[in-house]
C-alpha cells in the first residue's frame, strides 16, 4: 500500500522533463521589427543639394575641412545637375589648389569640365596667382586636338624615282644641264606613274627652253599631250617668258594632230563599208 502511494506521488514529477521538451520544440515567434523607412531618389537629390549650399558656405567661410566633406557627400549619389556637379568640382579644385596639393586640383579641374562642356571660369577666377595657371594647363590639355597618325612609311624609290628626285633638285638649284640629263635618265629608266612622267617631261622642257633649245622644248610638250591632251600649265608656270610662246605652240600643234587623228578614224569606218565594184 505503502509503495503504490509512492509510485502515484512520483508520476507528476516523471511528466516535467516530457513538458520541458515539448516546450523547447515549439518555435517562439519574435516579435516584427517596424520596416526600415525607405529613402526616395527626391530626398537624395534634396539632402545632396543641401550639402552642396552647406559646402558653397564654409568655402567662402574659410572652413575648408568642413567644404571639402560637405561637398564630397554632394557629389557621392551622383543627383546633382552637371552645373552643380561642376560647381562643386570647380571649389574643391580651388581648396586643392590653395593647399598645396596640384594633382588633385588638377583632377577636380578635369571632372568638371569632362561633366559640364560649357564649364568656365569667371575672368577674375582665371586670373587667380594660384589655381588659373593649372586651369588654363589642364582646359589647354583637353581643347588641343589630337595627335596628328604618324605618317605610312613610304616605299622604297625605284631608281626611276630617284634620278628624278635628284633631276628636280639639280632644277631648284639652277642647274639646268645636270637637271636635264638626269630627267631624261628617268624617263628611261620607266617612270610608273603618270604625274611623274609628266612632271619629267614638264621640267625636261623647262630645262630645254632655258637653255635656248626651242624645237627640243617643243617636242617635250608635245609628249606631255599624248599622255594627258587635257594638260595645261599653272597660271604662274604659263606666263614665264622663257617658254610661253613655246608652250602655246606645242599645245596647238596637238590638237591639230588629235582633230587629224579623229578624222582619219571617221574615214575608216566608211571606207570599209563602202560597196566593192564590180
Same mark, same amino acid.
Given at each position: 500500500?505503502?509503495?503504490?502511494r509512492?509510485?502515484?506521488?512520483?508520476?507528476?514529477?516523471?511528466? #516535467? &522533463?516530457?513538458?520541458?521538451?515539448?516546450?523547447?520544440?515549439?518555435? #517562439?515567434?519574435?516579435? =516584427?521589427?517596424?520596416a526600415?523607412?525607405?529613402?526616395?531618389?527626391?530626398?537624395?537629390?534634396?539632402?545632396?543639394?543641401?550639402?552642396?549650399?552647406n559646402?558653397?558656405? =564654409?568655402?567662402?567661410?574659410?572652413?575648408y575641412?568642413?567644404? =571639402?566633406?560637405?561637398?564630397?557627400? !554632394?557629389?557621392?549619389?551622383?543627383?546633382?545637375?552637371k552645373?552643380? =556637379?561642376s560647381?562643386?568640382r570647380k571649389?574643391?579644385?580651388?581648396?586643392?589648389?590653395?593647399?598645396?596639393?596640384?594633382?588633385?586640383c588638377?583632377?577636380?579641374f578635369?571632372?568638371?569640365?569632362?561633366?559640364?562642356?560649357?564649364f568656365d571660369?569667371?575672368?577674375a577666377?582665371?586670373?587667380?596667382?594660384?589655381?588659373?595657371? #593649372?586651369?588654363?594647363? #589642364?582646359? !589647354?590639355?583637353l581643347?588641343? &586636338?589630337p &595627335?596628328?597618325p604618324?605618317?605610312k612609311?613610304?616605299?622604297?624609290?625605284?631608281?626611276?624615282e630617284?634620278?628624278?628626285?635628284?633631276?628636280?633638285?639639280?632644277?631648284?638649284?639652277?642647274?639646268?644641264?645636270?637637271?636635264?640629263k638626269?630627267?631624261q635618265e628617268a624617263?628611261?629608266?620607266?617612270l610608273?606613274d603618270k604625274?611623274?612622267?609628266?612632271?619629267a617631261?614638264?621640267n625636261? !622642257?623647262f630645262?630645254?627652253c632655258?637653255?635656248?633649245?626651242?624645237?627640243?622644248?617643243?617636242?617635250?610638250?608635245?609628249?606631255?599631250?599624248?599622255?594627258?591632251?587635257?594638260?595645261?600649265? !599653272?597660271p604662274?608656270?604659263?606666263?614665264? &617668258?622663257?617658254?610661253?610662246?613655246?608652250?602655246v605652240?606645242?599645245?596647238?600643234?596637238?590638237?591639230?594632230?588629235?582633230e587629224?587623228?579623229?578624222?582619219?578614224?571617221?574615214?575608216?569606218?566608211?571606207?570599209?563599208?563602202?560597196p566593192?565594184?564590180?
Amino acid at each position: 500500500m505503502t509503495a503504490l502511494r509512492s509510485r502515484r506521488s512520483l508520476a507528476p514529477l516523471a511528466a #516535467v &522533463p516530457m513538458l520541458v521538451c515539448i516546450a523547447a520544440c515549439v518555435p #517562439v515567434s519574435e516579435p =516584427q521589427r517596424p520596416a526600415a523607412p525607405q529613402i526616395t531618389e527626391s530626398q537624395l537629390r534634396e539632402k545632396a543639394k543641401e550639402n552642396l549650399a552647406n559646402g558653397l558656405r =564654409q568655402y567662402q567661410d574659410g572652413q575648408y575641412e568642413e567644404a =571639402q566633406k560637405s561637398l564630397g557627400a !554632394a557629389l557621392d549619389h551622383g543627383l546633382l545637375s552637371k552645373t552643380e =556637379q561642376s560647381t562643386a568640382r570647380k571649389h574643391l579644385a580651388f581648396m586643392y589648389c590653395v593647399t598645396d596639393r596640384k594633382p588633385q586640383c588638377e583632377d577636380e579641374f578635369r571632372k568638371a569640365m569632362e561633366i559640364d562642356p560649357g564649364f568656365d571660369l569667371t575672368p577674375a577666377e582665371v586670373g587667380h596667382p594660384i589655381w588659373g595657371p #593649372v586651369y588654363r594647363n #589642364v582646359r !589647354a590639355q583637353l581643347t588641343a &586636338p589630337p &595627335p596628328a597618325p604618324e605618317p605610312k612609311p613610304h616605299a622604297p624609290r625605284t631608281p626611276a624615282e630617284q634620278r628624278l628626285a635628284e633631276g628636280m633638285a639639280k632644277y631648284d638649284a639652277g642647274d639646268f644641264t645636270g637637271a636635264l640629263k638626269l630627267l631624261q635618265e628617268a624617263l628611261k629608266e620607266g617612270l610608273t606613274d603618270k604625274p611623274d612622267r609628266i612632271k619629267a617631261h614638264k621640267n625636261s !622642257a623647262f630645262s630645254l627652253c632655258l637653255l635656248h633649245r626651242i624645237t627640243a622644248c617643243r617636242n617635250e610638250f608635245l609628249k606631255i599631250f599624248e599622255i594627258d591632251p587635257a594638260f595645261d600649265l !599653272a597660271p604662274a608656270e604659263a606666263g614665264h &617668258p622663257s617658254w610661253a610662246r613655246t608652250f602655246v605652240r606645242a599645245k596647238q600643234l596637238a590638237k591639230e594632230r588629235e582633230e587629224k587623228e579623229k578624222k582619219g578614224k571617221a574615214k575608216a569606218p566608211a571606207a570599209k563599208s563602202a560597196p566593192k565594184k564590180q
